[in-house]
Structure formats: C-alpha cells, structure tokens
C-alpha cells in the first residue's frame, strides 16, 4: 500500500504545475484525498480535500481560487492543478487518504505518500 505525489519542479512565478497523487496496492475510490505541504522551517499545512465521492470539501483560504483538486477514477490518481504560483508556495507537497472523512489536520489520515518539491522563483 503506497501512495506518491509527483509532479514537483522548479517554476517561475505566475506559473503553473499539476501534482498528481497514485496509488499502489489500493484503489483510492473509497478513500478521502488530501493535500497538505509543508515550507522550510514551517508547520504541515492542509491545503485541500475530496471526498471519495468527488466532492470538494474544503480549500485553504491560501491557495483558494487558485489551486483545484480533482480526480480521476479510472486512473486511481488525484490531482492538485496550482495556478498564478507564488514564491510563498514553495515548499514539499503531500497527498494523503483518509478512509473516515475529509479532515483539515493530518492526524486522521490512514496513508501518507512521500511527497514532491515544488520551488517557485520570484
């Protein structure tokens, strides 16, 4: 059972990435997705979450508006599209599931995927 985010990378900003989140060993379709971060020298940071049945449950007042999360079922992926980056969203990107709920803190998430480095220039 493993999950893992990719699509990290260097981009200037303004710019845009897509993270994805997969899974190994496990379908994601019954389990609840989200999206944390964490900045150098900065606590865990939830950013977003969808729910096993697709809906969208919450976004960080941080990065609303700009980021959006989907899925896609037949691929067993989760993705995070982040537009008009900013420098302050540098940081390692995680994925994680709940199979309970959405949850804004990470403590009530079952599985944690190594995370994807994002950097955004000025």
């Known amino acids: 059972v493993q999950l893992q985010a990719s699509g990290g990378g260097l981009v200037q900003a303004g710019g845009s990435l897509t993270l994805s989140c997969a899974a190994s060993?496990?379908?994601?379709?019954?389990?609840?997705i989200g999206w944390f971060r964490q900045a150098p020298g900065k606590g865990r940071e939830g950013l977003s979450c969808?729910?096993?049945?697709?809906?969208?449950?919450y976004y960080a007042d941080s990065v609303k508006g700009r980021f959006t999360i989907s899925r896609d079922m037949a691929k067993n992926t989760v993705y995070l599209q982040m537009n008009s980056l900013k420098p302050e969203d540098t940081a390692v990107y995680y994925c994680?599931?709940?199979?309970?709920?959405?949850?804004?803190?990470?403590?009530?998430?079952?599985?944690w995927g190594l995370g994807t480095l994002v950097t955004v220039s000025s």
């Open positions: 994680a599931a709940s199979g309970y709920g959405c949850f804004r803190e990470g403590n009530d998430y079952d599985y």
């Open positions: 060993g496990f379908t994601l379709d019954y389990y609840n």
């Open positions: 969808i729910s096993s049945s697709g809906g969208v449950t």
